[in-house]
């Protein structure tokens, strides 16, 4: 009897987890769009300016031993080995101002005190910011989660200067959507992304994957019985029997079963029959654009003394009408790589001050920007895979990290019969 035949369709940390557990059962066939599989999982391999060369992760940097259960264990059965980092820092610059916060990832430390603000002014600067990081511990104990960020802001009636300075920057970081879009996260969600990156216990239990991300996205790919690399799928039919799948030369493929491991909007477009509720569902996230660039030039990087960070977050104004992430992040400090050249991803702003000529590859992440309306869906994602068809994502469970993701492929493949 032929085995039961499988389409996954997206090789991002979802459809990959998805498959490597399907795998074990059946015949999986992975189709992803790009040349490159891994999605976010993309690792660089670069010179290290000493005539060798080093492997850079530039989106899925770290992974939480505690926070990230699923994404540890996946790593573990594939013998992909990991390390600890040092330190996950984030400093703050505005140019407009001359404020430097050299410790921006913990509320409750103290900036250093600018010199045009008087002491007094400043002592109310940094009550604040202590009381918004006690407030948001607060709301989310009282279970707040569905309260958003700016009802919190507008609650404690903090000042422009702490939500522009000091709230704001580490909200944007840690979401990785602009501030407008950030201001709508739902408290919960915004809990989860802190707690997962162990922001709120002060936890150090972050590591980097030895090798890359390329690692396990290799290994998985090794084991399936066919990768086909460049070949977007346009249509998933379901019928009577089968799940048929046609990509982007016309080529159609029936399968028993399928999973659908893109972007929720992308996959409603794949549907060539949506249900009400699929359309629904799907139809309510929407995502942020990160552009940004691989680079060598350091010049990006503050150079006061003691402001060099792992993640360096830069606004021009005091007031940006709508922040974005503007980080340079050092790649090379954040994932142990010891190399006489530096590595840096820069996002959004931050990326057009990377000097042309030291540019080594351009980046393209998108980040779901949540909002009630999008949380809300989320609840509801289980709804909709059946033993047939299911669907996988970072978007399938908390802020939408690559721990959410890899749940979101065991959840996938638990559906079609194939539990870990
Ligand atoms: C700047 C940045 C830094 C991040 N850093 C971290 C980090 O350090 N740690 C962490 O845990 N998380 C991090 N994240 C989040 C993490 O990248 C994501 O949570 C997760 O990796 C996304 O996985 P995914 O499977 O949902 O989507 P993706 O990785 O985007 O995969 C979707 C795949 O589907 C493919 N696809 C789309 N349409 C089709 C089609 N029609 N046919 C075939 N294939 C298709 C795409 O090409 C893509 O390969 C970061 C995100 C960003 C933006």
Same mark, same amino acid.
Request: glycine share 10%.
């Given at each position: ?321 709508? $922040?974005?992430?503007? =980080?340079?992040?050092? &790649? ?6 010891? /190399?006489? @050249?530096? %590595?840096? *991803? ?29 949380? $809300?869906?989320?609840? =509801?994602?289980?709804? &909709? ?6 669907? /996988?994502? @970072?978007? %399938?469970? *908390? ?22």
């Amino acid at each position: 009897m032929p085995r039961t035949s499988v389409a996954v369709i997206g090789s991002g940390v979802g459809g990959l987890t998805a498959a490597h557990l399907l795998q074990r059962s059946y015949d999986v066939t992975l189709y992803e769009a790009a040349p490159r599989l891994g999605g976010h999982a993309e690792t660089h391999t670069v010179p290290d300016g000493a005539g060798g060369s080093v492997a850079v992760d530039t989106a899925v940097m770290m992974v939480h031993a505690r926070g990230n259960p699923h994404v540890m264990r996946l790593l573990g059965e594939l013998g992909v080995t990991t390390r600890p980092l040092g330190d996950i820092t984030l400093s703050v610059t505005c140019a407009e101002c001359g404020f430097a916060n050299p410790d921006a990832h913990d509320l409750h430390r103290p900036p250093p005190r600018p010199q045009a603000m008087p002491a007094a002014a400043w002592q109310r600067v940094t009550e604040q910011t202590k009381r918004f990081s006690d407030e948001l511990a607060t709301a989310l104990g009282a279970g707040a989660a569905d309260r958003t960020l700016q009802e919190l802001i507008d609650a404690g009636q903090y000042t422009d200067y702490v939500v522009g300075h000091l709230i704001m920057p580490l909200m944007v970081t840690m979401g990785l959507v602009p501030a407008d879009s950030v201001r709508r996260f739902p408290l919960g969600h915004l809990f989860e992304t802190l707690d997962h990156n162990g922001v709120l216990a002060g936890d150090s239990g972050w590591r980097s994957i030895v090798g890359g991300t390329a690692r396990y996205v290799e290994r998985i790919a090794a084991r399936l019985t066919a990768v086909l690399r460049s070949t977007p799928v346009r249509s998933v039919r379901r019928t009577a029997r089968a799940v048929d799948v046609r990509d982007a030369t016309g080529t159609v493929r029936s399968f028993d079963k399928a999973v659908i491991a893109t972007h929720p909007r992308q996959a409603l477009e794949l549907l060539a029959d949506p249900s009400d509720g699929e359309a629904r569902i799907l139809g309510s996230f929407h995502y942020a654009a990160n552009p940004g660039v691989l680079h060598t030039d350091a010049s990006v990087l503050p150079s006061a003394p003691g402001m060099r960070r792992t993640h360096n977050y830069r606004q021009q104004s005091c007031h940006p009408a709508n $922040a974005t992430p503007a =980080l340079s992040i050092d &790649l090379n400090r954040l994932q142990g790589i010891t /190399a006489a @050249a530096d %590595h840096i *991803a820069s996002f959004n702003d931050e990326a057009r001050r990377a000097a042309p000529a030291a540019v080594i590859a351009t980046l393209g992440y998108e980040h779901p920007a949540w909002t009630p309306e999008s949380a $809300a869906a989320q609840r =509801l994602l289980p709804l &909709l895979s059946d033993h047939r068809l299911a669907f /996988a994502g @970072a978007y %399938h469970h *908390a802020g939408g990290y690559h721990e959410d993701g890899c749940l979101s492929g065991v959840r996938a493949a638990a559906a079609l019969g194939a539990p870990w």
